[in-house]
């Protein structure tokens, strides 16, 4: 997994609420059996038309956003299934960072495992970054995980808050798999212990 | 730790699983949570799978591990001939060499106990109370109706379960969702899951764990807990839970993977201290009287949008901030104008079946309604049962015959159009009155249009081409 430190990018905004993951990454799409390749239909039925192609007004179509990094978006973003074809598209695309006021659980925990930083802020800091991102290709917006900060072109800054195990995982780009299989001892002494208090499981 | 719930301050049920789990815990409160049952499918397990090659790990319980093909398996007879979409029978094939290499539980395509992960599971016993029961699949939460810590996790999480049989998790808040009194003739599990998502919104949820509660819950059957607790995900909460009672455990005994004899009964005396102590503190409550909930469909393309099919398509205007612009989106997708009663929106499709409401109670409910009737002119119709078993059942009781002497086609075990991943899609434009769970833009297909609701209230639309009440069609038969 790629680290996550800072980012300064362009920013599309998307203030739709309850963005969900079909809408992410549409069904169609989640026959691969890889992790890879999937940017090129990213929000593929708002982005393109049944013939394939390109809905003009769709913000990741339009010249000034073709480059996002950042995706500012309405409440409640990645709602729905648990396909983490959703942040493989959106990492694949070339996004990094999702600021919102609300994340959708499953969505917010597979973001961490691809290297992409979910942010939550509250309504007004949302409402700024949003008219900022509005500005187009020229306002880029930077985000700094370890200071815990996202800033305006203006120069506004907002403090965001952070889990500081995925804070540390993130920094250094750790596979959790690995830190966990450093405590096997733990779980063979659960093992041995369940044996005895629920052997029917 | 496990097998001991009593010590300390009054808990609730989600607290005690929990504890009952934890194999080691950060001074931060992040945890590593033991995993009692691993169910995967193959869309969200090829890549997890993968990664255990790569870095050259086993899976560490195959024996906790099951896996079953469901959400791109054809759901018509010549499927014993394999699967004609290229992909999918990757996919599929993908599942069945990780589940012969890694030694798991498998229930192949083909094999009479087949069906959707989450019908499977309980079905065969794999499935208790005070377990901690994962899939890749957000629908996991179906699980919770036996009091199991049940969730939907991401791929990379599959990968970490299949390694460590455990997940990294911190505590969730603990909200209390309680139905009180009755429900009303005609209002089922589906009515109430759908009014708990119309008043706590889609986020409503989020960082919660619900414990659903009150005398319309108890009263409800196994099938029933299962129907609310499915879509506990759809109001955003990691999982629902109902606490095991008699019914419970009168479900579990005898099932396969059940335990037997004196297992069975150090386990029952386990799962009855599975219940929220008296005093124990809930972060949020929501108290809903059974009594008020009314048949409800969906208008729009969150399960949010949830109204008594007694109502009329609402106005944009009639929302407040980033919600007016979405429901206008949904209107303008779901072909509706503002002011239409709901009982007048013409239907083209009905699909009965999916995790939510594909199982055999549900069918039998369907087929009360369906009975020498006939869907309407012009209303093509599907039925596909949650499993190979679910299907032998009805078939053993009847019920295939009043439902192809409707007119609805009677198909084998799968997920289906709920995602459509396989070929059973809408058409763009095409209005589905669904059991399933997600109304969300081309979910059923591109284009297509789906309104949520009950099997009773689903088979009533088919009768009448339009969304209809149920109770209406209850009146004139009694």
Redo the contacts between chains.
């Keep these: 997994m790629d680290k996550f430190t800072t980012l300064t990018g362009i920013a599309a905004p998307m203030?739709?609420?309850?963005i969900?993951t079909?809408?992410i990454i549409?069904?169609?799409f989640?026959?691969?059996?890889?992790?890879s390749g999937l940017g090129k239909n990213l929000f593929d039925?708002m982005r393109f038309n049944?013939d394939g192609s390109e809905i003009a007004d769709f913000v990741l179509n339009q010249p000034a956003y073709r480059e996002s990094q950042i995706i500012v978006a309405?409440?409640?973003f990645g709602?729905?299934?648990?396909?983490?074809h959703a942040?493989w598209a959106l990492l694949d695309f070339g996004i990094r960072c999702v600021i919102s006021t609300?994340?959708?659980?499953?969505f917010y925990?597979?973001c961490f495992?691809?290297g992409i930083l979910p942010i939550v802020l509250p309504q007004e800091a949302v409402d700024v970054l949003m008219d900022d991102a509005r500005k187009g290709a020229n306002a880029r917006i930077t985000v700094d995980l370890e200071a815990q900060t996202v800033t305006s072109s203006d120069g506004q800054s907002f403090s965001f808050e952070m889990?500081?195990?995925r804070k540390h995982c993130l920094l250094n780009g750790l596979d959790?798999?690995g830190l966990?299989?450093e405590?096997?001892t733990?779980?063979d002494s659960?093992?041995s212990?369940?044996a005895q208090?629920?052997?029917?499981? | 730790?496990?097998?001991?719930s009593n010590a300390g301050a009054p808990r609730t049920l989600y607290d005690k699983i929990f504890d009952?789990h934890v194999?080691?815990r950060?001074d931060?409160g992040?945890c590593?949570l033991?995993i009692?049952r691993h169910l995967v499918h193959e869309?969200?397990s090829?890549?997890a799978f993968?990664g255990l090659r790569m870095?050259g790990?086993k899976v560490?319980a195959p024996e906790?591990t099951i896996a079953v093909p469901d959400?791109?398996v054809p759901t018509t007879a010549d499927r014993v001939n394999g699967i004609e979409?290229p992909?999918?029978r990757?996919?599929v094939a993908?599942l069945d060499k990780n589940a012969r290499e890694f030694g798991l539980n498998y229930y192949p395509m083909n094999d009479i106990r087949q069906g959707i992960v989450h019908i499977v599971g309980p079905e065969q016993g794999w499935t208790?109370p005070?377990?901690t029961v994962v899939c890749?699949?957000?629908h996991t939460a179906t699980h919770g109706a036996f009091g199991a810590l049940a969730?939907?996790?991401?791929?990379?999480?599959v990968?970490?379960v299949l390694?460590?049989?455990?997940l990294?998790q911190?505590k969730s808040k603990n909200m209390k969702v309680e139905i009180t009194g009755k429900l009303r003739p005609g209002v089922t599990a589906k009515d109430i899951t759908l009014a708990v998502i119309g008043k706590t919104g889609?986020?409503g949820g989020?960082?919660y764990v619900i414990e659903y509660c009150g005398e319309a819950i108890r009263d409800l059957s196994m099938e029933g807990r299962m129907t609310v607790c499915n879509m506990a995900?759809e109001g955003?909460?990691?999982a629902g839970l109902i606490a095991p009672d008699d019914k419970t455990f009168a479900y579990c005994q005898g099932r396969p993977h059940a335990?037997k004899g004196a297992?069975?009964e150090?386990?029952v005396s386990?799962w009855k201290t599975l219940f929220t102590d008296e005093g124990a503190h809930w972060d949020k409550v929501i108290t809903i009287r059974g009594e008020d909930i009314a048949p409800v469909v969906t208008w729009g393309t969150?399960p949010?949008d949830v109204l008594a099919i007694t109502d009329k398509v609402p106005a944009p205007e009639d929302f407040e901030?980033?919600?007016v612009?979405?429901a206008r989106?949904s209107l303008d997708y779901m072909g509706l104008t503002p002011g239409t009663p709901l009982n007048e929106i013409k239907i083209d499709a009905v699909f009965i079946g999916s995790c939510t409401n594909g199982r055999i109670e549900d069918l039998r409910a369907a087929a009360g309604i369906l009975k020498g009737k006939h869907l309407a002119q012009g209303v093509r119709g599907m039925i596909v049962p949650g499993s190979g078993l679910v299907r032998m059942q009805a078939e053993e009781e009847g019920l295939d015959k009043i439902f192809t002497d409707a007119g609805f086609e009677w198909r084998l075990a799968g997920c289906s159009m709920c995602?459509?991943?396989n070929p059973d899609q809408l058409a763009?434009g095409e209005r589905c009155a669904a059991t399933s769970n997600?109304n969300?833009?081309?979910?059923m297909g591109?284009g297509g249009r789906t309104h949520l609701m009950s099997p009773v209230m689903a088979a009533a639309a088919g009768i009448a081409g339009h969304l209809t009440d149920v109770r209406e069609l209850l009146a004139e038969t009694v």
């Excluded at chain 1, 609300?102 to 499953?106: L, P, Q, Y």
């Design positions: 203030p739709l609420v309850n969900d079909d809408m549409p069904k169609q989640l026959k691969t059996i890889h992790r039925e049944s309405g409440d409640n709602c729905g299934s648990s396909r983490e942040p609300s994340f959708a659980d499953i925990n597979n495992k691809n889990d500081p195990f959790d798999i966990t299989m405590k096997a733990k779980i659960y093992e212990q369940m208090s629920r052997p029917w499981v | 730790m496990s097998g001991n009952a194999v080691d950060s931060d992040t590593i033991y009692d869309v969200t090829p890549q993968e870095a790990r560490h906790r959400h791109n979409n992909e999918g990757i996919q993908e208790l005070g377990m890749g699949d957000s969730h939907g996790i991401g791929t990379s999480e990968e970490h390694a460590t049989q455990t990294i911190k889609t986020a989020t960082g995900i955003g909460a990691r335990p297992a069975w150090a386990a386990w969150s949010e901030g980033g919600k612009e979405a989106r995602l459509g991943m763009p997600r969300f833009e081309g979910r591109r």
